[in-house]
C-alpha cells in the first residue's frame, strides 16, 4: 500500500526559502499515471492546492505562488520535493503532499499525515 | 484571482439533509470543472468523498451525493450522522493543470 511521508524543517526565517520533500513508499513514484501534488493549510483555516509534477517533470503551479513555487521529483529516492522562496509568516501552515490519480480527476486519493511548517525569526 | 466560495456553515439535525455548494467568484460551475468534494475532521488529511462531479470514492456512505445545482457543485448528505460533523471542501480543475480549493463549510450536526 503506497503512503507518503513529509520531511523537512519546521522552522523557517523570513526571506529564506522554504524546503519539503515528500517520500513515497510501498510503490513507484514512476508507475501509473499519477501526479503528485503539495496542498497546504494555514492553521484555522482552508485547503490551498500549492502545485504538482508529473514523474517525466512536468509540473503545474497555483497562480498566486508561481513566481515563488519549484516542485522537482527524484525518480531514484522515489521522492518529490517542493522548495517556496521569499517566505513570510503567510507561508505558516501544514503542507500535505498527495497523490493525485490522472490528471483532471481532483482525486487526491493518499495524503501524507502533514508536516507543519512555521515562518518566524 | 478566481475565488471559489461556500458556505462558511451549516447545521443540520441527525436524519436531516443538508446541501453545500460550490460556486465561483465569476461565472458557473459546470462538469467541466471535475468538481470534487473532501471531508476533513480536525487533525486529519482530507479524505476524498466525490469526484467528477456525481462519482462516489470507494467505501463512502451513498448518503452523499454529488450534483450540480443552479449553476454550482452541490454536495447533498441525506440523513446525516453525528460522524458526518466535519469541514467540507470542494475543489475544481480550472484548466491548465491547476486546482482552486473552496473556502470550506463546517457542517455541525445536532
Known amino acids: 500500500q503506497v503512503q507518503l511521508q513529509e520531511s523537512g524543517p519546521g522552522l523557517v526565517k523570513p526571506s529564506q526559502t522554504l524546503s519539503l520533500t515528500c517520500t513515497v513508499s510501498?510503490?513507484?513514484?514512476?508507475?501509473?499515471?499519477?501526479?503528485w501534488n503539495w496542498i497546504r493549510q494555514p492553521a484555522g483555516e482552508g485547503l490551498e492546492w500549492v502545485g504538482r509534477?508529473?514523474?517525466?517533470?512536468?509540473?503545474n503551479y497555483s497562480p498566486s505562488l508561481k513566481s515563488r513555487v519549484t516542485i522537482s521529483v527524484d525518480t531514484s529516492k522515489n521522492q518529490f520535493s517542493l522548495k517556496l522562496s521569499s517566505v513570510t509568516a503567510a507561508d505558516t501552515a501544514v503542507y500535505y503532499c498527495?497523490?493525485?490519480?490522472?490528471?483532471?480527476?481532483?482525486?487526491?486519493?493518499?495524503w501524507g499525515q502533514g508536516t507543519l511548517v512555521t515562518v518566524s525569526s | 484571482q478566481t475565488v471559489v466560495t461556500q458556505e462558511p456553515s451549516f447545521s443540520v439535525s441527525p436524519g436531516g439533509t443538508v446541501t453545500l455548494t460550490c460556486g465561483l467568484s465569476?461565472?458557473?460551475?459546470?462538469?467541466?470543472?471535475?468538481p470534487s468534494w473532501y471531508q476533513q475532521t480536525p487533525g486529519q488529511a482530507p479524505r476524498t468523498l466525490v469526484y467528477?462531479?456525481?462519482t462516489r470514492s470507494s467505501g463512502v456512505p451513498d448518503r452523499f451525493s454529488g450534483s450540480i445545482l443552479w449553476s454550482k457543485a452541490a454536495l447533498t448528505i441525506t440523513g446525516a450522522q453525528a460522524d458526518d460533523e466535519s469541514h467540507y471542501y470542494c475543489?475544481?480543475?480550472?484548466?491548465?493543470?491547476?486546482?482552486?480549493f473552496g473556502t470550506g463549510t463546517k457542517v455541525t450536526v445536532l
Open positions: 509534477i508529473y514523474t517525466v517533470g512536468s509540473t
Open positions: 475543489v475544481l480543475y480550472m484548466g491548465g493543470g491547476v486546482y482552486v
Open positions: 467528477n462531479t456525481n
Open positions: 465569476s461565472g458557473s460551475v459546470s462538469t467541466n470543472y471535475y
Open positions: 498527495a497523490r493525485e490519480v490522472g490528471a483532471t480527476t481532483g482525486v487526491f486519493d493518499i
Open positions: 510501498g510503490g513507484s513514484i514512476s508507475s501509473g499515471f499519477y501526479f
